[in-house]
């Protein structure tokens, strides 16, 4: 399997601190891409890293990637009440379907 | 802009019956990938379908089956429901085949209860 196993499974911060979710997979990627889902609501595409890029930056969002370790990081800075969700990384392997983490719940209060 | 449209968003049905859900993918999508997500759990991909072929298929059950139209637009249809299909059922579009940038939308989901 492909699955991503992402830690932590929850993260609880206050606003304006800065939130790392780690995503760890098992095989060989295309790209690996970020989304966001409010609870019980759509996946919302963040960001997307190809595998021949080890950084990239959107807005508050930075991701990181290291294929020789199969891992890569999402840090959110300045954190926002609006930033609770969960965070799933996804995979794009061969074919094309996205393999997704398990998902990081982070919770950001006031 | 316009989005990836799924209907019904919430659909309720007994045990051993039929359901059908609709997606409807961006403008100049050609490709339409279903997954379900149940409960607490990461989406698993279903099905896809990439100029109305299927293109890949993963974790989707005999007593399922879709198809994609002349008109791009797909439709997941679920026989012999059992209470563990109640999920929710995301649709995405892409322009192509994933892979590389092509990034895959998703619609709202389809919330499916079986009772």
């Known amino acids: 399997s492909q699955q991503g196993e992402e830690d932590p499974q929850a993260l609880s911060i206050q606003e304006g601190e800065n939130a790392t979710m780690n995503c760890s997979y098992k095989?060989?990627?295309?790209?690996l891409q970020w989304y966001r889902q409010n609870s019980g609501r759509g996946l919302v595409h963040l960001i997307l890293i190809r595998s021949n890029e080890r950084e990239k930056h959107s807005g508050r969002l930075r991701v990181t990637l290291d294929t020789s370790k199969k891992s890569s990081s999402l840090l959110i800075t300045a954190s926002r009440a609006a930033d609770t969700a969960s965070y799933f990384c996804a995979m794009l392997g061969g074919g094309n379907k996205l393999t997704f983490g398990t998902g990081t719940q982070l919770k950001v209060e006031l | 802009a316009a989005g990836v449209i799924q209907s019904p968003r919430h659909l309720i049905k007994e045990k051993r019956e039929t359901a059908t859900l609709k997606c409807y993918p961006i403008?100049?999508?050609?490709?339409v990938y279903w997954y379900q997500q149940g409960p607490g759990q990461d989406p698993q991909f279903l099905i896809s379908f990439y100029e109305k072929m299927q293109s890949d298929k993963g974790s989707i059950p005999d007593r399922f089956s879709a198809q994609q139209f002349s008109d791009y637009h797909s439709e997941l249809n679920m026989s012999s429901l059992e209470l563990g299909d109640s999920a929710l059922y995301f649709c995405?579009?892409?322009?192509?085949?994933?892979?590389?940038?092509?990034?895959?939308?998703f619609g709202a989901g389809t919330r499916l209860s079986v009772l």
């Open positions: 095989t060989s990627i295309n790209n």
């Open positions: 403008p100049r999508h050609d490709t």
């Open positions: 995405a579009s892409s322009l192509g085949l994933a892979g590389g940038k092509n990034i895959q939308y």
